[in-house]
């Protein structure tokens, strides 16, 4: 894949490196069993140990598609922090917007027919660490300025679902469930990937 110039290209290539290192391996490798230890019985690796690398590559795939948005939509940011989207501001702050009562009085505005209790109010915009940055407001970013459309934004969704699967928690569940990682589990992550790329090549380098 080749990525625009100012992406972390060299972490992102190393990382598809090994991620089709993983995938030749994946399907290269075989094994054979203690009653049938001859190269003639060798077999592919079972569901145990095949989820492993499944879920391994999910993971690495969701991180390069977060790395990349977050890559772009951080420049999208910089290049104008007040001009900027709403939900491209949203990635990188967090507003804090509290009431503080005066007295606990109620007063009644006539003409207005209001009643309430008189307050102040504390509204302040606080800049976000890159690490509290989620993948979800970069994904909603990334549609809302038109880098690609709802199809797109449900497949990174999915992929970003099935990320957090892999902590031991939710895996848990999902295996409960009845649903190992799997083959398809992979592909679905390599497409997303790819067609995230050709999207934000188009969106940088418009035709």
């Known amino acids: 894949m080749e990525f625009p110039s100012y992406f972390p290209r060299?972490?992102?290539a190393t990382q598809l490196t090994y991620l089709d290192f993983h995938g030749w391996l994946m399907n290269n490798l075989r094994h054979a069993s203690e009653d049938e230890p001859n190269e003639d019985a060798w077999s592919p690796l079972g569901l145990s140990v095949a989820e492993g690398f499944y879920k391994t590559d999910v993971l690495m795939y969701a991180s390069i598609c977060e790395a990349a948005l977050f890559s772009v939509i951080q420049d999208v940011y910089k290049a104008d922090?007040?001009?900027a989207h709403?939900?491209?501001?949203?990635?990188?702050?967090?507003?804090?917007?509290?009431?503080?009562?005066l007295c606990d009085h109620e007063m009644d505005i006539l003409a207005a027919a209001v009643k309430g209790r008189l307050c102040l109010r504390f509204k302040k915009e606080i800049p976000l660490p890159d690490r509290d940055v989620?993948?979800?407001?970069?994904?909603?970013?990334?549609?809302?300025?038109?880098?690609?459309?709802?199809?797109?934004r449900a497949r990174l969704d999915r992929l970003r679902d099935d990320r957090n699967t892999i902590h031991?928690?939710?895996?848990?569940?999902?295996?409960?469930?009845?649903?190992?990682?799997?083959?398809?589990?992979?592909?679905?992550?390599?497409?997303?990937?790819?067609?995230?790329?050709?999207?934000?090549?188009?969106?940088?380098?418009?035709?």
């Open 10 to 12: 060299e972490v992102i």
């Open 81 to 83: 922090p007040a001009g």
């Open 86 to 101: 709403e939900s491209v501001k949203d990635c990188f702050r967090r507003i804090e917007d509290k009431f503080q009562h």
């Open 134 to 152: 989620s993948f979800a407001s970069l994904i909603e970013a990334g549609e809302s300025i038109g880098m690609y459309g709802s199809d797109l």
């Open 168 to 207: 031991l928690a939710k895996q848990i569940q999902r295996h409960d469930e009845f649903k190992p990682f799997e083959k398809i589990d992979r592909a679905r992550a390599k497409v997303t990937t790819e067609r995230l790329r050709v999207a934000l090549v188009d969106f940088l380098i418009p035709f």
